[in-house]
């Protein structure tokens, strides 16, 4: 792939509470695009640890995503899939240890995305040993949503079946290349 090639690849950032099926929908929009999805970084790098995480693990975490991210856009097909992006750090850091650090806020701010797929808290939960707030998805579903709104970046949010969460994504990601008849 061409460097032009590589910057004309559109970003599709998937943000939302815990447990909320950002990685199924992630491997599903994959699947449809025939392209890449980027995994969430901090699952591999937290099952790591031999303790637990601390806040500067957050800044490791956000470097591991960005750069997990840039590889994998090499391998994209006009469209790049983030399970996750920097704006869950943030929101996470701020959370747990009641600030973010000013290298992570600099990316949220540098790094784009064609858009956000926020996504509801209308599946069930399921226990994971790294979620940590099945009583606080709510909570976190408003600050996703506040947070997007405040940055003023382009974010639909998805609910639903799996299947009408699919279809909403895939109609929203459409609207992206029908703008610019690239599709």
């Known amino acids: 792939m061409k460097i032009s090639d590589y910057t004309q690849i559109k970003r599709i950032a998937i943000v939302g509470p815990e447990c909320t099926g950002k990685t199924q929908l992630s491997i599903a929009l994959a699947n449809h695009y025939k ?8 699952r591999q790098y937290i099952d790591r640890l031999d303790r637990p995480y601390i806040q500067e693990d957050l800044t490791s975490i956000a470097q591991g995503q960005m750069f997990l991210e840039d590889e994998l856009a090499l391998e ?7 399970d996750t992006n920097l704006i869950v750090i943030k929101v996470w850091s701020e959370f747990r240890f009641g600030f973010c650090a000013p290298e992570i806020l600099e990316q949220v701010n540098f790094r784009q995305y064609d858009l956000h797929l926020l996504t509801h808290i209308d599946v069930p939960w399921e226990h ?3 979620r940590e707030h099945p009583d606080k998805r709510e909570y976190f ?5 506040q947070e ?4 003023g970046v382009s974010f639909v949010e998805i609910s639903g079946s799996q299947y009408e969460r699919i279809t909403s994504a895939v109609k929203a990601i459409d609207s992206l290349f029908v703008e610019r008849n690239e599709l």
């Open 141 to 145: 579903l408003n600050i996703y949503r």
């Open 148 to 151: 997007l709104q405040s940055s």
């Open 128 to 130: 994971d040993p790294q």
């Open 35 to 42: 392209t890449v999805w980027v995994p969430e970084f901090a």
């Open 76 to 82: 994209a097909n006009q469209l790049l899939i983030c």
